[in-house]
């Protein structure tokens, strides 16, 4: 049975595991250590859907050995027809199940489940590129809405001719980084600027880096090790956000890492969301050297977080978008940039749990 129904024992012992997470989250010693049971917590939320599965798949290895037996013990014909409608029906939807179950069980990253902090700058283009990086803008806040994800943008340099030459945003919701990592690297854009009079076609790029936001039990910080200035804010905002001192510029010593906050008018909500984007970014430094780990030893692996690599194009005259990382493309560049961008992301997933699941094989 374990040759035909190999999954089997490993759904089993995710399930095992799965009871188990349930009996410590009730145990008052978890429950007194505040990052362990976080910690037991996502392990067992991250397990549920294979232990569900396991149930699914136990049945019907169930249903498909009671109707062998039936087949091979019982003489009467109607007990037998009904046997062999009962083994077709079990046998006919083991193939699917099997197919989900073993995406299930490709191993997730642990900070996909994460908030993200998402950042658009404009590269190369000048003017042009500041309107681009605009425009990604727009599409992520779009995506962003409809999933259900709360965006605040933390701080914002605008272009000369609109757009930003800088825009930093924090996005929460369910399973964020997941999703939105495969956004981070360089954006291409093909299109005739509003400033060419010829009608020519330039090229323009922005850079798009989408980090997982830290915890505060991911990264401990101290009080002597962080220098904090206030300053007045810049920008919109009316008298109350220019005249006082509620924008804050956060620095820490170790790492030399400067983060600012200057979108609310209070100067304690800043400096908690410059917390914020301090940790995620000294969280950072460990995941991109982990990360770059991983993408040395995968030879396809589309989620690598290389701000440096050009992932896509976007061709405004052939209303064309390409993802170079997968080969796709898409001549439904006006709803992309609308926010619709859940195909290319479910394209990039695919490609990337298909890997793992080549990896587990070897």
């Known amino acids: 049975m374990d040759s035909e129904f190999p999954l089997l024992k490993k759904l089993e012992s995710a399930s095992n595991r799965y009871h188990e ?6 145990d008052p010693e978890s429950m007194a250590d505040m990052k362990r049971f976080v ?17 699914e798949y136990a049945s019907l290895v169930a249903a498909v050995q009671e109707a062998r037996s039936i087949l091979r013990d019982e003489s009467d014909p109607e007990m037998l ?3 062999r409608q009962e083994l ?24 996909d489940a994460k908030n993200a902090i998402l950042e658009i700058r404009a590269g190369t283009g000048g003017d ?14 779009k995506f962003c809405d409809a999933m259900g994800w709360k965006v605040s943008v933390t701080s914002m340099t605008e272009g000369t001719m609109g757009g930003y030459k800088e825009i930093i945003m924090e996005v929460e919701g369910q399973g964020v ?14 299109r005739v600027p509003q400033t060419e009079a010829q009608g020519r076609v330039h090229t323009s790029a922005a850079t798009v880096a989408v980090l997982p936001e830290a915890e505060e039990f991911d990264v401990e910080l101290r009080k002597e090790d962080i220098r904090r200035d206030e300053f007045c804010s810049s920008g919109a905002g009316g008298q109350s956000v220019n005249t006082t001192y509620s924008a804050v510029r956060l620095t820490h010593l170790p790492t030399g890492i400067v983060v600012q906050c200057q979108d609310q008018k209070s100067k304690l909500k800043n400096i908690e969301k410059a917390m914020v ?17 991983l993408s040395s030893k995968r030879k ?19 209303g064309r978008v390409t993802d170079h990382r997968v080969n796709l493309t898409l001549y439904n560049l006006a709803a992309i940039m609308n926010g619709e961008i859940g195909e290319i992301i479910e394209k990039l997933q695919f490609e990337e749990n298909s890997q793992k699941l080549l990896e587990m094989e070897v």
């Open 300 to 318: 396809t692996m589309v989620s690598t977080g290389d701000r440096s690599a050009k992932i896509r194009t976007y061709n405004f005259p052939q």
């Open 177 to 190: 980084y997941g999703l939105l990592k495969y956004e981070s690297g360089v954006h291409r854009v093909q």
């Open 81 to 83: 027809e009904m046997a």
């Open 21 to 26: 997470l349930a009996e410590a989250m009730s």
């Open 128 to 141: 042009e590129a500041s309107l681009f990086a605009g425009d990604l803008y727009r599409m992520y806040a």
């Open 277 to 293: 984007e301090l940790r995620t970014r000294i969280f950072n430094l460990e995941y991109q050297r982990r990360m770059d780990e």
């Open 39 to 55: 910690q037991i917590n996502k392990e067992y939320k991250d397990l549920e859907s294979i232990h569900l599965a396991y149930q």
């Open 88 to 111: 077709d029906e079990a046998t006919r939807k083991v193939a699917p199940l099997e197919e989900r179950v073993r995406l299930l069980l490709v191993p997730s990253e642990p900070e």
